[in-house]
């Protein structure tokens, strides 16, 4: 998954595109819990690329964890270490959705992916 997000650059005084690259393909996944896992899994390499500690910047919630958080009984992956607002940009490609029924995210902040039907 690739998003693309127009930040600004306060050393240019600019906005600028940036691009970030998740290998995370929500197609793959029917179930929300197993594409919540490997979303998290896509971020915790992606923050341990860009020096982070996964371990404490990338978080994953059941449902139940989530709904004592914030009320809504979603998987949730959260990274506010990330990109500026990554988890707007991934909301609109993080789907997968059929007639049959599906799943598809929506971000609870800039910085979080809740998983729904």
Request: hydrophobic residues 40%.
């Amino acid at each position: 998954m690739v998003i693309q997000e127009l930040e600004f650059n306060a050393a240019t005084g600019r906005d600028e595109w940036s691009v970030i690259e998740i290998d995370f393909d929500p197609s793959q996944y029917t179930t929300k819990a197993g594409a919540a896992k490997a979303l998290h899994k896509a971020l915790s390499a992606l923050a341990k690329a860009s020096g982070q500690n996964p371990e404490i910047e990338v978080v994953l919630q059941t449902p139940e964890q989530a709904e004592l958080s914030i009320g809504s009984k979603f998987w949730r992956v959260i990274w506010e270490a990330g990109p500026y607002e990554w988890a707007i940009g991934a909301s609109m490609q993080c789907h997968n959705m059929s007639r049959d029924g599906g799943w598809f995210t929506e971000p609870h902040y800039s910085f979080d992916l809740c998983f729904v039907e």
